[in-house]
């Protein structure tokens, strides 16, 4: 069984600049996730989709972030401009539910610095 | 509101010595709870989770976790750490809310194990 799959793995770009990250979850899952980890803290999360609607964005910036879902499977998440303290690893997880009881499937992150 | 609290940032240990990582939750409802581990740029895995019944579970690679719920505590231990365990680990507590589920991590405890 594929894994999550995310893409580009790291990413340097300047302030001001836009960036978008891709994520591919597990065939079947209908909830997705995007966390936020920046350097010796724990996933924070952004926006949670159930199938392509959105459950939880309450901790998405979005005057400069924004997220999609189309079709209820592949997730692209955008930053756009992009400030000094966006510098984290951006990591998409799936679960076949979202049931309390589930467990989450992580992709390996998009690394981000931004100079 | 729920909340994780992992009062080691980080814990040095000896190879084949035992180790105990800490996690307190505070919670107004019933939770779910999970340890993950995340290797070095790599995404987050499941360790162990405790749904109910028997309060000690067992997890991959030979750690367990003790769920107290008097204490509010789900400690993660193994009696002998091997060198492969340096990761970083995550206590996270889940539950239902407005019929999703929500998943909020821990700061994370960085485990160091010393040849």
């Known amino acids: 069984e594929a894994g999550v799959a995310q893409s580009p793995r790291y990413k340097i770009i300047e302030k001001r600049q836009s960036v978008a990250f891709w994520c591919n979850p597990i065939?079947?899952?209908?909830?997705l996730y995007w966390y936020q980890q920046i350097l010796g803290q724990g996933p924070k999360l952004l926006i949670q989709?159930?199938?392509?609607?959105?459950?939880?964005d309450s901790q998405l910036p979005k005057d400069r972030f924004s997220a999609e879902r189309l079709k209820g499977v592949d997730s692209t998440l955008k930053i756009q401009p992009a400030k000094l303290e966006d510098s984290a690893v951006y990591l998409c997880a799936s679960s076949f539910r979202g049931a309390p009881s589930g467990e989450l499937f992580f992709g390996e992150g998009s690394r981000l610095t931004v100079l | 509101a729920q909340s994780v609290t992992q009062l080691d940032s980080q814990v040095p240990v000896f190879e084949e010595a035992p180790v105990e990582l800490r996690c307190n939750y505070s919670?107004?409802?019933?939770?779910?709870l999970f340890w993950y581990v995340q290797y070095p740029n790599q995404g987050l895995q499941l360790l162990l989770k405790?749904?109910?019944?028997?309060?000690l579970v067992k997890g991959i690679n030979g750690f367990e976790a003790e769920f107290n719920k008097s204490q509010t505590s789900f400690h993660l231990r193994k009696p002998s750490v091997h060198i492969s365990d340096t990761a970083e680990y995550f206590c996270?507590?889940?539950?239902?809310?407005?019929?999703?589920?929500?998943?909020?991590f821990g700061t994370g405890t960085k485990l160091q194990v010393i040849p």
């Open positions: 996270a507590v889940s539950l239902g809310s407005g019929g999703y589920q929500k998943v909020t």
């Open positions: 989709f159930q199938n392509n609607g959105v459950v939880d």
């Open positions: 405790y749904l109910s019944g028997s309060t």
């Open positions: 065939s079947g899952h209908a909830t």
């Open positions: 919670s107004s409802v019933s939770v779910y």
